[in-house]
Antibody, heavy 119, light 110 residues
Framework: QVQLVESGGGVVQPGMSLRLSCAAS????????IHWVRQAPGKGLEWVAV????????YYADSVKGRFTISRDNSKNTLYLQMNSLRPEDTAVYYC????????????WGQGTLVTVSS | QSALTQPASVSGSPGQSITISCTGT?????????VSWYQQYPGKAPKFMIY???NRPSGVSNRFSGSKSGNTASLTISGLQAEDEADYFC??????????FGGGTKLTVL
């Protein structure tokens, strides 16, 4: 069955960096665009970034543009999110989510990994 | 990239119907039929309930339906059940090749 498992979250100080991973299994990873979506504690969902199936296209939310980089390694069935210059407002659970057939909705989500930015 | 507008909360009694609105602009909701809806229980990952405005994936109850008029999409839940109590989020594709979510609506079943 389709599985997405995030890892790499933790507590970091403002200004520091962190890299999240999302390990995929149960489907042909290289055929799907994958997104990062985050949710601050007690808040709503916020779309973060997307990468196309082959990594050639990447788009970001204005709130993370220039600080976060999305990438993927199709040989390892893994998605990444490199987060630099972290701010307290980046504190959230970060989910990876599969986009179904370029139809701009998420049919599978991971369980999320918590990132806390605090001094 | 302003969030889509949803009511913060709605409520209804078992058996009743409720509707959650999701208002955007012509650059997102109004410009594309790529509105989706997600249900989220506390501490859990979201689950998709409606895609492309009004399509329901297999396994989702037919009590859930979606529609759109202009820049506003809607999710209707009929025959409310206690298990429907959750947070609901809408999402839309945008003209910037990005996605945007609504702020979320907490549904309380009285």
């Amino acid at each position: 069955q389709v599985q997405l498992v995030e890892s790499g979250g933790g507590v970091v100080q403002p200004g520091m960096s962190l890299r999240l991973s999302c390990a995929a299994s149960g489907f042909s990873f290289s055929n799907y665009a994958i997104h990062w979506v985050r949710q601050a504690p007690g808040k709503g969902l916020e779309w973060v970034a997307v990468i196309s199936y082959d990594g050639s296209n990447k788009y970001y939310a204005d709130s993370v543009k220039g600080r976060f980089t999305i990438s993927r390694d199709n040989s390892k069935n893994t998605l990444y999110l490199q987060m630099n210059s972290l701010r307290p407002e980046d504190t959230a659970v970060y989910y990876c989510a599969r986009e179904w057939q370029q139809r701009h909705y998420f049919d599978h989500w991971g369980q999320g990994t918590l990132v806390t930015v605090s001094s | 990239q302003s969030a889509l507008t949803q009511p913060a909360s709605v409520s209804g009694s078992p058996g009743q119907s409720i509707t959650i609105s999701c208002t955007g602009t012509s650059s997102d909701v109004g410009g594309y039929n790529y509105v989706s809806w997600y249900q989220q229980y506390p501490g859990k990952a979201p689950k998709f309930m409606i895609y492309e405005v009004s399509n329901r994936p297999s396994g989702v109850s037919n009590r859930f339906s979606g529609s759109k008029s202009g820049n506003t999409a809607s999710l209707t839940i009929s025959g409310l059940q206690a298990e429907d109590e959750a947070d609901y989020f809408c999402s839309s594709y945008t003209s910037n090749n990005t996605l945007v979510f609504g702020g979320g609506t907490k549904l309380t079943v009285l």
